[in-house]
């Protein structure tokens, strides 16, 4: 079986998953980027009364918000959701996410458990350490000069 | 005479008699550890000097759809600016800081990748480092361009199976 083959075959639940931040349509886009970087983390998933994710509030929602000279305080996420929103469960094959980072470019992709609640994030990074993973000796043992990689860390 | 001495052609033993190339177990495992991040033709990147405000820097990465802006001084590579600096830096003081230099609040000596280095010391500076985007650059320490997890995937895909 080739990796495409394990890809299908693993479920979305293996891939590092990071906390989701969960904020309502109506949280201002200030609190929410108190929240992300609190949680170091380059999303705000809006979701409804019953917990199930509607949109995202992304970094490029508040660089585009910040390009327009408009105010964190006085806007509401709602009003600025990322495009892209890909929410897939966590028994659904890894191969969903590749296709959607490779394919679609997106950066986020919401996890949810079979009932559709809202159980954590991965995309980009989640699929980048999979593959890291799986080919330790092509990977990990690269070295990249002399930085030292840990302090430099961004997050996901 | 310069010294050196003389060769005879019938004892000269190449070295490379011995050698064997590397066995991978897939191609996948030899495109990781062997093709060079040249051959992903990394995405062209959008560059603003050091001098540049946070607030022209801002509105092109929202004008360009990009995540991060190379910052260069000269042909120079001396920082990155992402949409993480703007988060963690920029955001929440955005009007009393938009007419600083980028240089201010850019990500000074980021990790870099060589254009002849391996596709998986791309894929390390994303997936361990922990960098979206790792700026590439030519042997000669001039900027090639930037490699990003979409890029490394796309690249991988023919060898999945």
């Known amino acids: ?156 | 005479m310069n010294g050196t001495p003389q060769s005879d052609p019938d004892k000269f033993e190449d070295p490379l008699n011995n050698y064997e190339p590397t066995p991978y177990a897939s191609e996948l495992h030899r495109v990781l550890a062997e093709e060079a991040i040249d051959d992903m033709q990394s995405t062209p990147s959008a560059q603003v000097t050091v001098d540049t405000s946070i607030r022209g820097a801002t509105e092109m990465l929202s004008e360009l759809k990009v995540s991060s802006l190379l910052v260069v001084k000269g042909e120079t590579l001396v920082g990155i600016f992402t949409e993480r600096d703007v988060l963690e830096k920029v955001a929440e003081n955005y009007a009393a800081l938009a007419d600083q230099p980028v240089g201010e609040v850019m990500s000074a000596d980021p990790t870099v990748v060589y254009e002849t280095d391996p596709v998986g010391m791309a894929l390390a500076g994303i997936a361990v480092a922990g960098h979206r985007h790792v700026p590439v650059l030519k042997v000669d320490g001039t900027v090639m361009g930037i490699v990003s997890p979409k890029r490394v995937l796309r690249h991988l895909s023919p060898y999945l199976d």
């Open chain 1, 1 to 156: 079986m080739g990796f495409r083959g394990e890809l299908d075959q693993d479920t979305v639940g293996n891939l590092p998953l990071r906390d989701a931040i969960a904020v309502q349509h109506d949280t201002t886009a200030l609190d929410a980027v108190k929240l992300m970087r609190e949680k170091s983390l380059g999303c705000a998933v809006i979701v409804d009364q019953g917990g199930t994710p509607t949109g995202l509030f992304s970094e490029q929602s508040l660089v585009d918000m910040l390009a327009r000279d408009l105010s964190l305080a006085d806007h509401v996420v709602g009003d600025f959701t990322d495009a892209g929103l890909l929410v897939v469960r966590s028994s659904d094959p890894i191969s969903r996410v590749w296709d959607a980072v490779e394919r679609d470019g997106l950066r986020f992709v919401l996890v949810t458990d079979d009932e559709g609640k809202l159980i954590g994030v991965t995309g980009q990074r989640g699929i980048a350490e999979y593959l890291a993973e799986r080919f330790p000796q092509q990977v990990l043992v690269q070295r990249l000069g002399n930085t030292p990689w840990m302090q430099q860390r961004e997050g996901a």
